[in-house]
T-cell receptor, first 115, second 117 residues
Framework: EAGVTQFPSHSVIEKGQTVTLRCDPISGHDNLYWYRRVMGKEIKFLLHFVKESKQDESGMPNNRFLAERTGGTYSTLKVQPAELEDSGVYFC?????????????FGPGTRLTVL | AQTVTQSQPEMSVQEAETVTLSCTYD???????LFWYKQPPSRQMILVIR????KQQNATENRFSVNFQKAAKSFSLKISDSQLGDAAMYFC??????????????WGLGTSLAVNP
């Protein structure tokens, strides 16, 4: 079974540009999460999808961030326009809809550098 | 709001020795879940062990075990017979009860563990 995959692994962009990150969850996982780790700080929750619906987007920093999950499969996270403080590692995770422990399985992350 | 604290930014251990990583948390909830995740240099985050707060018995997974002290809000990870492959960043994480839509993980800063041959 394939794990959570993320693309690209690295992205370097100029301030003001747009970047789109992609996450492919484990097949059959209805829950999809985005997290971000800024250097020197804790990993922070961004948002949670259940299938194609945004269940919790309380962690989204501002309206420059737009997450979508078309058809309840893969998800994209677009940053437009990117700012310096958006640099960090963006992690995606997925989990099954059922199960008491709802274990989240993580992708390798996308390292975003905004210059 | 819940918080997770890992006070050891870096730790090191000799191969085959035992090491304990500390984690404390703050919450007003009586039921919750605690996790230790490991992120090796290859960057894939892997679940090491999880603990349900309502269970008094400490969780174990092979060489990994936890010391869960609910009253003290402490959740330390013990790695026995350390191996070179255990070298990684270790994150402690908290999650509210399963019911409802609040499934986000709340993380500590992480502890970087080096294993010396």
């Amino acid at each position: 079974e394939a794990g959570v995959t993320q693309f690209p692994s690295h992205s370097v962009i100029e301030k003001g540009q747009t970047v789109t990150l992609r996450c492919d969850p484990i097949s059959g996982h209805d829950n999809l999460y985005w997290y971000r780790r800024v250097m020197g700080k804790e990993i922070k929750f961004l948002l949670h999808f259940v299938k194609e619906s945004k269940q919790d987007e309380s962690g989204m920093p501002n309206n420059r961030f737009l997450a979508e999950r078309t058809g309840g499969t893969y998800s994209t996270l677009k940053v437009q326009p990117a700012e310096l403080e958006d640099s960090g590692v963006y992690f995606c995770a997925s989990s099954q809809a059922s199960g008491a422990t709802d274990t989240q399985y993580f992708g390798p992350g996308t390292r975003l550098t905004v210059l | 709001a819940q918080t997770v604290t890992q006070s050891q930014p870096e730790m090191s251990v000799q191969e085959a020795e035992t090491v304990t990583l500390s984690c404390t948390y703050d919450t007003s909830e009586s039921d919750y879940y605690l996790f230790w995740y490991k992120q090796p240099p290859s960057r894939q985050m892997i679940l090491v062990i999880r603990q349900e707060a309502y269970k008094q018995q400490n969780a174990t997974e092979n060489r990994f075990s936890v010391n869960f002290q609910k009253a003290a809000k402490s959740f330390s990870l013990k790695i026995s017979d350390s191996q070179l492959g255990d070298a990684a960043m270790y994150f402690c994480a908290y999650r509210s009860p399963f019911a409802g839509n609040n499934r986000k993980l709340i993380w500590g800063l992480g502890t970087s563990l080096a294993v010396n041959p």
